[in-house]
């Protein structure tokens, strides 16, 4: 929700999930944001990277630890209109 709060217009967030396998779950959130930087696709997991004013920069590198020990992953994809954020876990 931080990511859109100067969008001029609809703020949309979509969340949806999919068995992208037997094995594994995806989940995708979209945020229709201004989006990031080209290049900081990857930095934003490491730790006390941030792109908020006031931000701590651990909360996306904490989320990468968690899906990691459960066999998961996460990755940010920039997008038109925002960011997409992926991530997968082993059912």
Known sequence: MDAMK?????RI????SAMLNE??????????GLGFE????EK??????TTKPKGAGMGLAIRRSIAGAHA??????R??????FEFTLKV
């Not at 100067?6 to 609809?10: A, S």
């Not at 080209?38 to 696709?41: H, K, L, N, P, T």
């Not at 934003?44 to 990277?49: A, G, K, L, S, Y």
């Open 6 to 10: 100067d969008v001029q217009g609809p």
């Open 13 to 16: 967030l979509e969340i949806c």
């Open 23 to 32: 094995a594994t779950i995806v989940f995708l959130v979209c945020d229709k």
């Open 38 to 41: 080209e290049g900081v696709e």
């Open 44 to 49: 934003v997991f490491e730790p006390f990277f």
């Open 72 to 77: 998961g992953r996460i990755r940010a994809v």
């Open 79 to 84: 997008s038109e209109h925002g960011t997409v």
